[in-house]
């Protein structure tokens, strides 16, 4: 078990790390946890216990599986429903449908807002693709 103090200080360094993905974008549970040097079980306890007085802007849910699952915890839902009000493609399964393109692995330097060219993306970070299919316009 942690002592309450490293678990306090976990838990504000998980706030400002979180703090810095922006809208339509997510980062891999294990992404996070490596970034904070503590294991993923750690993370997802510190990411449910989010939300409370303060930390209503506090973006947990832009936090997924490494594969881009949503978990299956209670706020499952929600975090369902954030996602997509992101921008984000999110399937029945509960899967972010563009996770290769839209996860950030390294949280000290997210991007500011989304890439319009591929070019423009800095390192690691690859922008969305269109939500049209030109060539199948009926799909």
């Known amino acids: 078990m942690l002592n309450p103090t490293s678990s306090a200080r976990a838990r504000k360094d998980l706030i400002a790390l979180v703090g810095r993905i922006p809208c339509g974008w997510v980062a891999a549970i294990g992404d996070v946890s490596?970034?904070?040097?503590?294991?993923?079980p750690h993370v997802a306890q510190l990411?449910?216990?989010?939300?409370?007085?303060?930390e209503a802007d506090v973006p947990w849910w832009r936090v997924v599986a490494d594969g881009?699952?949503?978990g299956r915890h209670p706020r499952r839902d929600e975090q369902i429903k954030l996602l997509k009000a992101d921008g984000l493609l999110v399937s029945g399964a509960g899967i972010v449908q563009e996770m290769a393109d839209r996860r950030i692995k390294d949280l000290s330097a997210p991007p500011s807002e989304p890439f319009a060219r591929a070019s423009d993306a800095p390192d690691g970070?690859?922008?969305?693709?269109?939500?049209?299919?030109?060539?199948?316009?009926g799909a």
Request: hydrophobic content about 30%; aromatic content about 4%.
């Open 125 to 137: 970070v690859r922008p969305a693709r269109s939500r049209g299919m030109k060539s199948h316009p």
């Open 34 to 40: 490596r970034q904070l040097a503590t294991y993923q």
């Open 68 to 70: 881009g699952a949503v």
């Open 47 to 54: 990411l449910a216990g989010l939300g409370g007085d303060g």
